[in-house]
């Protein structure tokens, strides 16, 4: 069976700290991709990481970067100096056997 | 913009009621995949259509059905809708059936009030 879990529920922080995601996903798929959404506002889904199972390479673009660990099952992403504009719900999600598995998303809110 | 179109993008209906909703995918994309999204469940995947044909099942309730017609849009039908139907139902599309390199485009979403 597949699983994503996104333990926060919701993350305040104030404009220009960081802030880590975390995203921990179960699967038995030796191929599979794991992925990051943005849900602003205005409701919308915008594609942000595709990562498949064979890279582990750490990926930057930005302020945003993910850190993607399988030995502890984890997909963790990053946002360096947040901004107002950041504040969105972030969904994980990971495909394998062709279905893809959201988690239940993590609300941030960045405060001015 | 996506690229992926959905109608229409509010419904509000009585419960006991039956409704449409529509997706057109990019131009190009084979797959279509249907989500539900409610407050206390997140997002969940419903089902998929590839060129046509049913491709992967979900969380789907039998009260729903879909299809995706030759020009590949998608409707997904809901009926006898109860008030917990209300949600967010997004339409995303991909050029491949979803098992590799998929990058899925979202539609923005029907929202549709079950009162």
């Known amino acids: 069976a597949q699983k994503v879990t996104q333990a926060q529920t919701e993350i305040s922080v104030v404009e220009k700290e960081d802030v880590t995601l975390d995203c921990v996903y179960e699967?038995?798929?030796?191929?599979?991709?794991l992925f990051w959404y943005k849900q602003p506002p205005s409701g919308e889904l915008v594609f942000l990481i595709r990562?498949?199972?064979?890279?582990?390479q750490n990926e930057i673009s930005g302020r945003y970067s993910w850190n993607f660990q399988k030995s502890t099952s984890s997909f963790n992403f990053t946002i360096t100096a947040s901004q107002v504009v950041d504040s969105a719900v972030y969904f994980c999600?990971?495909?394998?056997?062709?279905?893809?598995?959201f988690g239940k998303g993590t609300r941030l809110h960045i405060l001015p | 913009d996506s690229g992926v179109t959905q109608t229409p993008k509010h419904l509000i209906t009585a419960t006991g009621q039956r409704v449409t909703l529509r997706c057109s995918p990019r131009s190009g994309d084979l797959s279509v995949y249907w989500y539900q999204q409610s407050l206390d469940q997140g997002l969940q995947f419903l089902i998929q259509?590839?060129?046509?044909?049913?491709?992967a099942k979900g969380n789907i309730l039998e009260r729903f059905s879909a299809q995706q017609f030759p020009d590949l849009h998608s409707e997904l039908n809901l009926s006898s809708l109860e008030l917990g139907d209300s949600a967010l139902y997004f339409c995303?599309?991909?050029?491949?059936?979803?098992?590799?390199?998929?990058?899925?485009?979202f539609g923005s979403g029907t929202q549709l009030s079950v009162l």
């Open positions: 990562r498949n199972s064979f890279d582990e």
């Open positions: 999600a990971l495909l394998g056997n062709d279905k893809i598995i």
């Open positions: 699967t038995r798929d030796t191929t599979y991709y």
């Open positions: 259509y590839y060129n046509g044909e049913e491709r």
């Open positions: 995303a599309s991909s050029v491949e059936s979803g098992t590799v390199n998929e990058k899925l485009f």
